[in-house]
């Protein structure tokens, strides 16, 4: 993958430790030659994303809430003045609130599904439109996350699955507005992995070991490989792929049923 990035920037929001999805994306991002930008919430999140980001020769890092338009606003202006275009942003936020990440999906509250869909998935369109200045002049990839909860049913997913479902329509939608302009839109779809994200829905542990034993790989979704996903979607490799869900889940998506010796 070295080289596929050289001279391209990017913004990576939603890192929150070394073992996050966007983490995994970051570093191979790098590794492309890629020059990257992060966010982060909250000075606990800030003070471990620091020496990530210095790892991979960043210097810039902002503190944003993509629930508050004045704070995505604020951090929007500081990128454009120090990059006057960027050419790729990861968008990997999701939030629920983890006592409705167990039980039945019949019990969400008004509350948190509100809160769910804003963070998880309205908040990739506040960034799209924030973004798209940026990249008018030369084109770029938006990139986002989900998981097959969308479009099936995951136990203990509840409140996520409809979010991400979501999100996805927003990506077509998005991928549709801006192809226009040269930039694309395309999320990445990881089977289960242990993240601190996943780690936060019911029963984990055995969703982990479920995929381990059944999908056609006979394994879980790795960084590296998500990783890699993501730097060919933002390369020239990638210009003519928008408005997909592209997974990476060991072909975990194919199955109708468990392998037959786990049946």
């Known amino acids: 993958m070295s080289g ?55 210097d810039f890092m902002v503190d944003v809430d993509v629930t508050d338009d004045d704070s995505l606003d604020a951090a929007f202006y500081q990128l454009g003045a120090r990059w006057p275009t960027i050419d790729f942003l990861i968008h990997a936020i999701a939030f629920s609130d983890k006592s409705e990440l167990t039980g039945r999906f019949l019990n969400t509250s008004r509350a948190n599904f509100k809160h769910s869909m804003d963070i998880s998935a309205y908040s990739f369109i506040e960034v799209a439109r924030r973004a798209h200045p940026l990249m008018i002049a030369n084109g770029g990839c938006l990139l986002t996350l989900t998981y097959q909860g969308s479009n099936r049913v995951v136990p203990s997913y509840n409140v996520m699955g409809v979010a991400k479902a979501a999100l996805e329509s927003a990506t077509r939608y998005l991928a549709n507005d801006l192809g226009p302009e040269g930039i694309r839109v395309n999320a990445i779809s990881p089977g289960p992995m242990k993240t601190l994200a996943g780690a936060a829905i019911g029963g984990a542990r055995k969703t982990y070991k479920h995929t381990d034993q059944n999908a056609p790989m006979r394994a879980n ?43």
């Not at 995994?24 to 003070?47: C, D, K, P, V, W």
């Not at 990783?227 to 109708?256: M, Q």
Request: include cysteine; proline fraction near 2%.
């Open 4 to 58: 596929l990035l050289a001279g391209k920037r990017g913004l990576i929001m939603g890192v929150a430790n070394d073992r996050s999805i966007a983490w995994g994306i970051a570093r191979a991002m790098h590794e492309a030659g890629a020059e990257l930008a992060f966010t982060y919430q909250g000075e606990a999140f800030g003070s471990r994303l620091k020496p990530l980001a210095e790892s991979v020769g960043s």
């Open 221 to 263: 979704a790795t960084l590296e490989a998500v990783g890699a996903t993501a730097v060919y979607l933002a390369s020239d490799g990638g210009a003519c792929t928008t408005g997909e869900i592209i997974r990476v889940d060991g072909g975990f998506h194919v199955l109708g049923m468990p392998q037959a010796e786990n049946l």
